[in-house]
């Protein structure tokens, strides 16, 4: 009973997180992308699988890192009483993704008109995003779920909308539209307006780096999905992302842990509950791996009965969802891992870390999928995966190493 009552704020933290997250997640992949595929062609499913994920790559890079630098350095701004720099951030931010963005919509073929709705429903994401921060900071995780609850009427909302008028970009504006209309009314950040603190070069330098990291991990995620649209056509990605979809559902557990992680981390003092922390973080690693893919592998499997049955009649799609989910598994490893990183590793060896990752992933992607096609992307994958994770555990051995010498 002491042990529960101890770490009941956590575990009430992580539930409400987890939900939270999981209706997110169900809005897109059990709702959205689905139904797209049965009401659509590959082309046009394929276009949206695409722009999600610029707009995911996007958003978890610049809102989720401004989000955790947030997290990492609210003491410092609580210590000197003062409020501000995060929504000027955002804005420098927006500047930037609109003058790259808004070209590069244009120059695909998209109108004026429609680029701009693409472009506004990045920025609106990136908000999204980042206020879950705002939330976890003031241990509001209810609103984190009403935030999701309402994307997910977006999401229906704009379903509904596309059946009658059959425009793409709206897909995904109406749920961040309400989401934003929300945001706007439950965080700080017009309270901010464009303030500038003593604070704001320090927190730059900090989100530069955590956005540099965020940027690469979230890229390796989402990097397949921009090779093999070329490489093989829009049908080998469609299947290729529903199993990718439904095995990458486990990181419903993931994320939202990670994301609590990062703060509780933060806020611990003492070296020896900081050994603890490490020492559990390499423990967990094999535990997790191998429960993950023995759940992810049956889980998939009937997911894609339900949502993708059209899919199930692919060559080997048996041999790329025992593969995916292996995949999985280890990602879902490195991200705990790398919650505990970003606290007691600097940035530039996590830096490091993906750039082998990426390299390592593109020579074995290269070579193996002329033979084995999308097989192959998914063993480049665990291959990929299998070294980050070690690379990662390598790092926390010598932080350890470190500590216990000092």
Not at 333 to 340: D, E, I, P, R, W
Request: with cysteine; hydrophobic share 55%; aromatic share 14%.
């Amino acid at each position: 009973m002491e042990l529960i009552k101890k770490y009941k704020p956590y575990i009430i933290d992580l539930f409400l997180n987890t939900a939270g997250f999981a209706i997110y997640i169900a809005s897109q992949h059990i709702l959205l992308l689905p139904i797209l595929a049965k009401v659509t062609n590959d082309t046009v499913y394929s276009s949206v699988v695409l722009y999600i994920s610029i707009l995911n790559l996007i958003g978890t890079t610049l809102g989720g890192g401004l989000g955790n630098v947030r997290l990492i350095r609210n003491s410092d701004y609580e210590e000197k009483n003062i409020i501000g720099d995060f929504f000027r951030i955002l804005i420098i931010a927006f500047l930037i993704i609109s003058v790259i963005g808004l070209p590069i919509c244009i120059y695909k073929g998209y109108s004026l008109f429609v680029s701009c709705f693409l472009i506004i429903t990045i920025l609106m994401a990136n908000i999204r995003i980042y206020s879950t921060s705002y939330f976890r900071l003031d241990n509001k995780y209810n609103r984190v779920i009403l935030q999701s609850v309402i994307y997910c009427i977006g999401i229906i909302v704009s379903l509904i909308v596309f059946y009658f008028l059959r425009k793409m970009y709206l897909l995904l504006f109406i749920p961040e539209l309400l989401c934003f209309i929300y945001e706007m009314k439950t965080t700080d950040l017009l309270k901010m307006k464009l303030a500038k603190t003593i604070e704001m070069m320090n927190t730059v330098k900090t989100f530069i780096k955590i956005s540099v990291v965020s940027f690469l991990a979230n890229l390796m995620s989402y990097f397949d999905r921009f090779v093999i649209y070329p490489m093989f056509g829009a049908t080998s990605l469609a299947v290729y992302f529903a199993v990718n979809s439904m095995a990458n559902m486990f990181n419903l557990v993931a994320t939202p842990i990670s994301s609590i992680i990062l703060p509780w981390v933060s806020n611990v003092k003492g070296e020896e509950t900081k050994n603890k922390i490490i020492k559990l973080t390499l423990f967990i690693n094999i535990p997790v791996i191998i429960f993950v893919t023995l759940f992810a592998i049956p889980l998939t499997y009937i997911a894609l009965r339900i949502l993708y049955s059209q899919y199930l009649t692919t060559d080997n799609i048996m041999i790329l969802i025992i593969a995916t989910s292996i995949a999985t598994s280890l990602g879902v490893a490195a991200s705990f891992v790398k919650s505990v990183l970003l606290k007691f590793c600097s940035a530039n060896k996590l830096v490091i870390s993906y750039f082998v990752y990426f390299l390592v992933f593109i020579l074995s992607a290269y070579l193996l999928s002329h033979k084995f096609n999308l097989i192959g992307f998914s063993i480049a994958n665990i291959i990929s995966k299998c070294v980050l994770l070690v690379c990662f555990i390598i790092m926390l051995v010598k932080i350890l190493k470190i500590k216990n010498n000092e």
